[in-house]
């Protein structure tokens, strides 16, 4: 308490009495303004704490919108990429066919859009059905036949557990008059493959391979069930 010089008979009651009543409002003063630093403080230092973790989420939101960002530029990259690949892998395959027909644009275009067709149908990679399709059509010469011939031997040959190209193995060594690798692969019994032959004498090698292989696939009751979207 601050000293207070008060030259007065110390037998005065009432000044006595005056002084305690100052004294009094001194410390009371005194502890109400500490208790206001207290709250000020307290607050403060409340508000600190969240400017501090406001500061931090901002900086935490900024960091992953900037990955996000990020991610998404890689991610429109590579799509921008794999349009300009697919487009490119179109034209060439374009121009492989439009000579195969003869400088018929047209026909090859209908071509791939039979073929892409068909690997949507098997939920296969368009790129491999484009690829073998154009591989056998010289040996069969029609699209629907390559369509068909083509959808029986990827089945038996998701049925045998054995990739595309496997099958297109097969199918260009079976056209070719050779059928190891179509029993080997494809798992076609003995039986099929000698009636394979004959029927070749009759309708010619992709019309027998169509027929029997189709026939191979009613018998052992397999479908397209269960394999769309395995590719």
Not at 22 to 45: N, P, V, W
Not at 81 to 88: E, R
Not at 143 to 150: E, T
């Amino acid at each position: 308490m601050a000293d207070v010089v008060y030259k007065a008979s110390l037998d005065d009651k009432e000044v006595l009495e005056a002084l305690k009543r100052i004294e009094k409002k001194i410390d009371h003063t005194a502890k109400e303004g500490q208790k206001s630093f207290d709250g000020i403080g307290g607050k403060a230092g409340a508000s600190g704490i969240a400017i501090g973790a406001m500061s931090g989420l901002v900086s935490s939101l900024t960091t992953a919108f900037i990955n996000l960002g990020v991610q998404a530029a890689e991610a429109f990259g590579n799509v921008v990429v794999s349009s300009v690949k697919a487009a490119a892998e179109t034209e060439q395959i374009t121009i492989a066919l439009t000579s195969i027909f003869e400088g018929n644009k047209e026909a090859a275009e209908a071509f791939i859009g039979t073929m892409d067709t068909l690997a949507a149908k098997l939920g296969a990679n368009q790129a491999e059905i484009r690829a073998i399709g154009k591989s056998i059509l010289p040996d069969v010469g029609n699209i629907d036949q390559v369509s068909k011939l083509l959808e029986n031997a990827i089945v038996l040959g998701r049925d045998a557990g054995v990739s595309v190209e496997s099958v297109r193995i097969a199918l260009e060594e079976a056209l070719s008059g050779q059928f190891v690798s179509l029993q080997r692969r494809l798992n076609i019994p003995l039986e099929s493959i000698n009636r394979i032959k004959e029927l070749s004498k009759e309708i010619g090698t992709a019309n027998a391979l169509t027929e029997v292989l189709g026939d191979r696939i009613q018998k052992s009751g397999l479908g397209l069930e269960g394999f769309a979207g395995t590719a």
